[in-house]
């Protein structure tokens, strides 16, 4: 349990210091675009284009951040292996809460009195959880189950990048929200992946569930890059946050066996909404009161400086 928490921490830790540089290096891309005065930079519906979306993948501050990543991708998928996945990814999610403390070094931010009650209320939900949490579920499922969670990833990164371009500039909440979902797909597909302990080759390569963590990991990834290019929203964070938190959470509980402790079902209940909400208002108060409206539709409009609120992070 203790090595479990340990590693989801380094995960967090890893997931908001890399959120700060790729919301960096996608707003310094954004802005390049828009001094060029690049049609080419947005689609018909005003979000951004396939070209700047790879531009602001191959900024210094993007790339680094990337690599944080997949750190934190490997330390999250570990932690998944050794927890229950209520308290990984909640544990994971708080990365946001890492994200907002960097933001005052990093982009020089200064939070708020209810910035910083939403964060004390995150480490005290954080708290309840780690007591509350009792063994994992075995994980163990029929190859069938991984079928279906691969046409779930499938059907979801595609026809949720399909909706946000069409959506464009109005698509920041979505695109969140997708992404979120997306890491959540992977956080129980590395749960529930077949030919790990012990490991077997064979057995990894020819379970779908490799393959939906291939498609969430990387689906997730670009419309993570999406909604840090389409503007700061305090509801995209919001929605990462619950996408990769909520459903992960209630398929452990209902789907893979986990539980909690005998008798501490309630501290483990109130813990998890507790932490979504505090993650939640994390996001709400790092809204800057000087922000752009919402529904820009441009990334030329957005920010010269990105906020702690403009960057969800790419998690498990």
């Not at 129980?188 to 390569?205: I, Q, W």
């Not at 700061?232 to 990462?240: I, M």
């Not at 108060?285 to 403009?310: T, Y």
């Amino acid at each position: 349990m203790i090595i479990g928490l340990l590693t989801a921490v380094a995960a967090s830790a890893c997931y908001g210091t890399g959120s700060v540089l790729q919301a960096v290096g996608s707003r310094k891309s954004a802005r390049q675009e828009a001094a060029k005065a690049s049609s080419g930079a947005v689609t018909q519906h005003g979000g951004p284009s396939l070209a700047s979306t790879a531009k602001a993948a191959v900024t210094w501050e993007f790339m680094v951040g990337t690599v944080l990543d997949f750190i934190g991708f490997g330390l999250g998928a570990l932690a998944a292996r050794l927890l229950p996945l209520f308290l990984s990814q909640t544990v994971i999610s708080a990365n946001l809460v890492i994200t907002a403390v960097l933001s005052i070094k990093l982009l020089n931010i200064r939070l708020t009195r209810p910035e910083w009650a939403s964060i004390a209320v995150v480490c005290s939900a954080l708290v309840l959880l780690a007591t509350a949490a009792g063994p994992e579920g075995s994980g163990a499922t029929p190859l069938s189950t991984h079928w279906w969670l691969l046409i779930a990833s499938v059907a979801l990164i595609g026809g949720g990048t399909l909706i946000v371009r069409l959506l464009g500039g109005r698509a920041a909440i979505l695109a969140g929200l997708l992404s979120g979902l997306g890491f959540g797909a992977l956080g129980v597909g590395v749960r529930v992946l077949n030919g790990v302990d012990p490991f077997h080759l064979p057995s990894l390569l020819a379970d779908p569930a490799l393959y939906a963590i291939l498609v969430a990991g990387v689906g997730g990834m670009y419309l993570h890059t999406v909604a840090l290019q389409i503007g700061s929203v305090n509801g995209a964070t919001a929605a990462l946050v619950v996408g990769e938190t909520v459903v992960p959470g209630i398929l452990g509980v209902l789907w893979l066996g986990d539980s909690s402790r005998p008798g501490f079902a309630w501290m483990a209940i109130l813990g998890f909404v507790v932490a979504v909400a505090g993650a939640v208002a994390v996001a709400w108060f790092g809204e800057p009161d000087s922000a752009p409206e919402a529904a820009h539709d441009s990334i030329g409009q957005a920010d010269p400086e990105p906020s702690a609120d403009k960057a969800p992070r790419a998690a498990v």
